[in-house]
């Protein structure tokens, strides 16, 4: 499930699981419901659209990922309830400067490869969720 999820967002797609049991939406997907844990659940494609809870600028990459800070990672609330995590395209020093006026800013998910990871050089491919202002700031 999870290789579909990631190749969906490189389409521009969001994938994720819809609960038969109590409706509610999780993603990314899992084996049980984000709400009640069943794991009566069916994949469903969903807007990709969601507006910003929260975001911090990293400065200080794990090992292996030095060359990508700094960036900004930021916590993203779908249309559909779940929330998401992944990197916000903008300067970091324009997302300082803006502050909390990016609370509440609508975005839209994608997929973005990167480099392999420096710990599974085996793994086929890198794909980070990255989100994008709907209007420009």
Do not use: W
Request: proline share 8%.
């Amino acid at each position: 499930m999870f290789k579909d999820f990631f190749n969906a967002l490189l389409e521009g797609k969001l994938i994720g699981l819809k609960c038969n049991d109590c409706g509610s939406y999780t993603c990314p997907p899992k084996a049980t419901c984000n709400n009640c844990g069943s794991r009566n659940l069916v994949k469903v494609e969903l807007s990709g659209k969601g507006r910003i809870l929260s975001f911090t600028t990293t400065y200080v990459a794990p090992a292996g990922y030095e060359k990508e800070v700094p960036y900004v990672v930021a916590m993203v609330e779908l249309e559909e309830g779940p929330c998401i995590m992944g990197r916000l395209e903008i300067d970091p020093e324009k997302a300082e400067k803006l502050g909390q006026h990016l609370i509440d800013m609508e975005v839209r998910v994608y997929g973005k490869e990167f480099p392999n990871e420096p710990f599974y050089p085996d793994k086929e491919k890198r794909v980070v969720p990255m989100f994008k202002l709907e209007r420009p700031v």
